[in-house]
């Protein structure tokens, strides 16, 4: 069956760093467009940042632009969130997930992983 692990969350200091990263496994991954979003206490979950099937292509939304990079390894079935300048309002559980559609809508994704937590302190 289809896995995506996240990992790399935790707790940083605003203006820090941190990496995530989402192994994946049970699927064609270079086949499908990978993205990350996330979800605050008592919102929706929100796009973030999307890459195409090669990374070629990639998408971010206007609250990260400039602070976070969206990387994979199709070799490696990974995708990866570098996040630097962390604010407290990026503080969510983030989530990846995958879809052959569109890259930005929570709806159009296929398959998710289970999370993991990012804590920005002021």
């Known amino acids: 069956q289809v896995q995506l692990v996240e990992s790399g969350g935790g707790l940083v200091q605003a203006g820090g760093s941190l990496r995530l990263s989402c192994a994946a496994s049970g699927l064609t991954f270079s086949t499908y467009a990978m993205g990350w979003f996330r979800q605050a206490p008592g919102k929706e979950r929100e796009f973030v940042a999307a890459?195409?099937?090669?990374?070629?292509?990639?998408y971010y939304a206007d609250s990260v632009k400039g602070r976070f990079t969206i990387s994979r390894d199709n070799a490696k079935k990974a995708v990866y969130l570098q996040m630097n300048r962390l604010k407290p309002e990026d503080t969510a559980v983030y989530y990846c997930?995958?879809?052959?559609?569109?890259?930005?809508?929570?709806?159009?994704?296929?398959?998710w992983g289970q999370g993991t937590q990012v804590t920005v302190s002021s």
């Open positions: 997930g995958a879809t052959r559609a569109v890259v930005t809508a929570k709806g159009q994704y296929s398959y």
């Open positions: 890459a195409s099937w090669s990374g070629g292509n990639t």
